[in-house]
């Protein structure tokens, strides 16, 4: 009995000494970077920390924009990384330093080689001293000359050889662009957990000729030229109803099945912002948490929201799914109803609510009064991105929304 206990014992020790520890992520800024076409590389940096329970939490960095991830798993040397809101996801396996894996977006069956090292803070390495500075407004044409050309509104700002900005188009903006001049090149990136952007160009003192990438599935060329006085289309001016119809209708589904239009008692006698959009687009999202912060600022206003939800989850319950998800992540109390899975077409979305000449961009925004009337539709929506564009908006909506609430 002795001899046994002791192989026993023997046995537990070396099985011990054979365990390896857990693997443990560095704390502190990482680069990340993401294969896209032409061998191009889109970076962008996060930082990796503890909240004050301990858990991993990780902020995604561009330039002036944050996004706090919360979702982080980790099972033995493989990590899951979750952003709030969206479908995408980033799944590898790590060491100390370093994570190598892929961005995922499963129902556009999107897969995007993905890596990361701990210790790097510059997103694009320089060269070159720049040549020229980017600073200000640029007319901009994307796939200039063909049938899909639209243009953009460039807004940037240098700072020696730093660089950030957005473009902003008639549906909406790109977001926080943070990147470089090197020489005569310039770089700007974004990364928010459904979208990947990244810009590269030859700049001259009145011109950028360069390509938009999107992920590693989508490019396009651009071209812009220097013009302070530019600007895009009223955003009132692009969406309206039919000839032939003299109200919105429609009847969609919400988180609970029950079906939900206009004529419901909940939206009688009050104002009526209703957002057609999807839980997979960044400007939603960003019109969504206006509106959600908006609503808990002026509780007693005669107003309510209602969402049209345009899905390409493949089927009913992943868009269902979605939905929930974007509710929970920013705290949305008004109704979301799923007018359509399967497909963002807007060619589709425009058939199931005929009364408007098109459905050009999510987010799209209609503003009825207490009498059933469009009164406004603004196409896209200029997030935090676009600055003083977003101020402007900002002050527009609070006078229009609270002259329909107290008419």
């Known amino acids: 009995m002795r001899k046994f206990g002791i192989l026993i014992a023997i046995a537990v020790l070396f099985s011990s000494c054979g365990k390896s520890k857990a693997r443990i992520l560095s704390e502190g800024i990482w680069l990340a970077e993401l294969e896209v076409l032409d061998n191009e590389i889109l970076p962008f940096n ?37 952003a709030p809101a969206f479908e995408g996801y980033i799944t590898g396996t790590f060491t100390e330093t370093s994570i190598q894996g892929e961005f995922i977006k499963e129902s556009l069956d999107r897969i995007v080689p993905f890596k990361a090292t701990f210790g790097k803070e510059e997103r694009f390495r320089a060269e070159f001293k720049p040549q020229i500075n980017v ?50 090149r310039m770089k700007v990136s974004t990364f928010d957990g459904a979208h990947a952007f990244l810009f590269t160009a030859k700049v001259t003192d009145t011109s950028l000729i360069g390509t938009f990438y999107s992920g590693n599935h989508f490019k396009k060329p651009f071209i812009a030229k220097r013009n302070e ?44 912002i209703v957002q057609i959009m999807g839980t997979w687009c960044p400007n939603c999202l960003d019109e969504a948490k206006f509106f959600v912060n908006y609503l808990k600022d002026n509780p007693n206003l005669d107003v309510t929201v209602v969402a049209l939800a345009f899905e390409y989850a493949k089927t009913k319950e992943k868009a269902f799914k979605s939905i929930d998800r974007l509710k929970s992540a920013i705290g949305v109390d008004y109704p979301i109803l799923l007018a359509q899975f399967g497909t963002s077409n807007k060619k589709k979305a425009q058939e199931k609510l005929p009364m408007l000449n098109h459905v050009l961009s999510y987010p799209t925004t209609i503003f009825i009064d207490k009498n059933d009337k469009v009164r406004k539709i603004h196409t896209g929506f200029n997030g935090p991105a676009t600055g003083a564009k977003y101020e402007v908006f900002k002050n527009e909506f609070d006078e229009f929304v609270k002259l329909l609430a107290g008419e």
Do not use: C, H
């Open 46 to 82: 996060f930082e990796l920390k503890k909240n004050d329970a301990g858990q991993l939490l990780i902020e995604i960095l561009n330039a002036e924009e944050v996004i706090s991830i919360e979702e982080v798993s980790i099972n033995r040397d493989s990590i899951l990384i979750k």
């Open 135 to 184: 600073s200000g407004i640029w007319e901009t044409e994307f796939s200039p000359n063909t049938e899909n050309s639209y243009f953009a509104k460039g807004i940037f700002t240098q700072n020696e050889n730093k660089v950030t900005g957005t473009f902003r188009t008639n549906t909406g903006d790109y977001r926080y662009l943070d990147g470089i001049i090197d020489g005569d």
């Open 229 to 272: 006085s530019f600007e895009l289309p009223d955003a009132d001016s692009l969406t309206f109803l039919n000839p032939g119809y003299e109200k919105l209708a429609f009847s969609f589904p919400d988180t609970n099945g029950t079906m939900v239009s206009l004529d419901d008692p909940q939206f009688k006698n009050k104002a009526v």
